[in-house]
């Protein structure tokens, strides 16, 4: 079987020209979307993610405010400059970069933010939309994946999905919006035994677990569709997925690369989520 590889770069540049257009009418009409990103610590990683974020905003037109925290910030300052943020008329979304140093409360830190600038969709009235079937601001990843999936044209409706990971950031929201979409789920994770009986039963596969190739060639159907959502740095600074790209190829119907793949989708739901937070300042 040829198997079609999807193109995450591709996809992404067309989706953020169409949120450049929707940030140009919303600035002409006096709302500019912003976005305050806040880091605090010295987590590398953390780093050049803010950086491509703070970047693709300026990309989009939007007004974006990085904030660096020093690791020594205690939680209550840290709630502190979200409660202003809440209130900041030039502000629409806000994110806190995770992870958090130690002392901080991830879950405190993210139900400070106001739902209505959770660009993120990590706050818990966020999630329990999404859990309802009324989804507002959806983490991410899991929407990018979604929209990868409806610009490859694939239905998930009536498919067999199996969601490896059961994150909240990723797995959780992932099995939700497929569900909402007429999937049968199946949410994997390290406790599930013989994951390939599993995965195997898969029409369409989301593997998010961050262990580099554990998804082999003999783990999928054929003709599946699979996404990788994976993104890990091997000793060496390679990037590899979830998914052993070169066995699956030949057996799975479609394929994300990484990079390449679901990672670009990531950063331009942010900035759609963004902006839709600014648009439903206007509506209200
Ligand atoms: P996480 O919070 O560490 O969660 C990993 C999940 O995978 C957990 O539910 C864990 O199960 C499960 N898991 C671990 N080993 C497993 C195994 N051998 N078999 C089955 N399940 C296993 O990670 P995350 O934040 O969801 O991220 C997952 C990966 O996606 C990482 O590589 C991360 O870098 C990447 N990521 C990519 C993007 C992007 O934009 N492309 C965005 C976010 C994350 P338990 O719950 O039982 O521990």
Known sequence: MQTRIIDGNAIALE???GLRRRVAALTAAGVQPGLAVIRVGDDPASKIYVRNKIKACGDAGLHSEQIDLPATLTEAELLA???ALNVDARIHGILVQLPLPRGISGARVLEAIAPDKDVDGFHPVNIGLLAAGHPRFVPCTALGVMRLLEHEGIDPAGRHAVVVGRSNIVGKPMALLLLQKDATVCLCHSKTPNLGAMTRQADLLVVATGKPNLIRGDMVKPGAVVIDVGINRLPGGT????????????????LTPVPGGVGPMTIAMLIGNTVLAAERTREN
């Open 15 to 17: 989706v953020r020209e």
């Open 239 to 254: 990037l590899s997925g979830d998914v052993d790209f070169r066995s699956v190829l030949g057996i799975a119907s479609h």
């Open 81 to 83: 400059r979200i409660h």
